[in-house]
């Protein structure tokens, strides 16, 4: 069967209705961070994830391309935020926006952004408004719950697999599916129908997080796009670290602790050793197994689901699995 592609149109009327808007003038250094941004580019996965949702169940998803954009605005709002936090120099190849002005701009500019997609919110018609303020509510604070939790684990001596699983489900995974779950109330499906393309979207989501854990370690360099190995070089505490921690005794167990708290090393020394570590404790192979269990868990809240317009639903699907096969 061949999938119609809706895909290609729909992004570029994201594309123009994002870069066409005003979001004010005056003063200018609290506007121009936003276009900044927003002009950044990135996969747009998130709008395009509504559109294809609203699809599903009602004609001409362009309807919602002020909605589907809202979410757009309100993830770069996060990532405005996180480099701020991060103190990331860098935001897909450009300058961050703390960077370019400084970090009260970005501050500054983060909250008008965040207003700005409330504002993009409010062309849902009387009767979904309150639904969908709810979920986006929701969603918002969530995001903000699994960046402090992210933050919080720096400091902590240890970190469980469920508590790090919980932190990646808020920081990442519950705005794809409040994407797909808007999508879905704005087209009029039902309340179960919407809840299970919300369940896949997390579930997808969580997977997509540690296929990145994954990614960064045992990537291509040439097709990976950033360094491989900055997780452990940083310490950062992904899943394949906890579970090392968790499984690694005597030598690899000393071995590991040595890296840890090593504040001079070379780093490509470290990325291989503890590499090696991860290949004698089977971390790969157990990570792999952990993302496919939630894109597995995932696509299960597909089955039987009720839509209007398969092509749709296929795209989406498509697209999914795209992403799963990723390289960078």
Known sequence: MTIKSHAPALLDKLEDYIQSQNFGESPRELYEPLHYILSLGGKRIRPLLSLLAYGMY?????????????????HNFTLMHDDI?????????????????????????????????????????????????????????????????????????????????NMIRLKTAVLLGCALKLGAILGGASTSEAQKLYDFGVNVGIGFQLKDDLLDVYADQAKFGKQVGGD??????????????????????????????????????????VKA????????????????????????????????????????????????????
């Open 85 to 165: 936090m991060d103190q990331a120099p860098l935001r897909r190849g450009k300058a961050t926006v703390h960077e370019k002005w400084n970090a009260n701009i970005a501050i500054l500019s983060g909250d008008v952004m965040l207003v700005q997609a409330y504002e993009m919110l409010l062309e849902t018609d009387a009767k979904s408004l309150h639904e969908v303020l709810r979920l986006f509510n929701k969603t918002a604070a969530e995001v903000c719950e699994g960046q402090q939790f992210d933050m919080n684990f720096e400091s902590l001596p240890s970190v469980t697999e469920s508590e790090y699983i």
């Open 58 to 74: 009602a004609e001409n998803p362009e309807k919602i391309i002020s909605q589907a954009a809202a979410v757009e605005v309100f």
């Open 232 to 273: 452990i070089i940083s310490n950062k505490k992904t899943f394949l670290l906890i579970k090392a921690i968790e499984l690694a005794k005597g030598e690899s167990q000393e071995e590991l602790k040595k890296w840890l708290v090593a504040e001079s090393f070379e780093k490509e020394e470290k990325v291989n050793a």
């Open 277 to 328: 570590i991860y290949e004698k404790l089977g971390i790969k192979k157990l990570a792999e197994e952990k993302m496919n269990s939630y894109f597995k868990a995932g696509f299960d809240q597909l089955e039987g689901i009720a839509f209007q317009h398969e092509s749709y639903f296929q795209e989406l699907k498509q697209i999914t699995q795209d992403l799963i096969h990723r390289e960078k």
